[in-house]
């Protein structure tokens, strides 16, 4: 069965550094999603993306995030200066279709954590 | 706006006992509802959801919700709770006015005793 793919499984970074957050989501899925999970709090919509654009982003999603699919596999979260906050797990999601009616697919997850 | 409430941080059944996960919700308009399931170290994974029609739906691992619209509820329930049924379940929400953004619940901690 197809799955989402996330890399790294778990980044340590430095306050203040770059980080790159990479998924692959499902081959024919069209809209892609970035949520974060602090530890022990609940999953937090970060992101929706279709047809090279943002659909929609939370308040969380400032101007510190970004979000690119460069290629026709790859889709990446990047967080252009990290700050101790941003320790979290982030979750990359796929869904086949548009609309609010279908399920999303989730990546097992990258573990953040900075330092 | 829209918001999920799972009143309980952890439910406690023993195997082979029926369970329930509670789920309530606010939403303008009418809601699409989804139970999520996740394991150690792993994504969510979808169980079921509800878009419209019977207010029963029945999902994976033999995981059913029930509805209610006078209530906002939307309860996750299993006849028979199997040890491996342990996880987190999140309850989600998404409003069918055109938005891609989907609200979760806090989760709740299911242990399932042999």
């Known amino acids: 069965e197809p799955e989402v793919t996330q890399t790294p499984s778990h980044q340590v970074t430095q306050m203040g550094q770059e980080v790159i957050l990479r998924c692959v989501p499902i081959?024919?899925?069209?809209?892609f999603y970035w949520y974060r999970q602090i530890l022990g709090q609940k999953v937090e919509f970060l992101v929706s993306?279709?047809?090279?654009?943002?659909?929609?982003k939370s308040e969380i999603f400032d101007d510190q995030f970004s979000v690119e699919r460069p290629d026709g596999s790859n889709f990446t979260l990047k967080i252009r200066s990290t700050k101790l906050e941003d320790s979290a797990m982030y979750f990359c999601?796929?869904?086949?279709?548009?609309?609010?009616?279908?399920?999303?697919?989730f990546g097992p997850g990258t573990r953040l954590t900075v330092t | 706006a829209q918001s999920v409430a799972q009143p309980e941080d952890q439910v406690n059944v023993a195997e082979g006992n029926p369970l329930t996960v509670k789920c309530t919700y606010s939403?303008?308009?009418?809601?699409?509802l989804f139970w999520y399931v996740q394991y150690p170290n792993r994504g969510l994974q979808f169980l079921l959801k509800?878009?419209?029609?019977?207010?029963l739906v029945k999902g994976s691992y033999g995981f059913e919700a029930e509805f209610n619209k006078s209530q906002t509820s939307f309860h996750l329930k299993k006849p028979s709770a199997l040890v491996s049924d342990s996880a987190l379940y999140f309850c989600?929400?998404?409003?069918?006015?055109?938005?891609?953004?989907?609200?979760f619940g806090a989760g709740t901690r299911l242990f399932v005793k042999a």
């Open positions: 989600a929400v998404r409003a069918n006015t055109g938005g891609f953004k989907t609200i």
């Open positions: 999601a796929s869904s086949p279709f548009s609309g609010g009616a279908y399920e999303q697919y």
């Open positions: 939403v303008s308009g009418n809601p699409y």
């Open positions: 081959s024919n899925h069209l809209y």
């Open positions: 993306f279709y047809n090279n654009e943002i659909s929609e």
């Open positions: 509800y878009i419209t029609g019977d207010n």
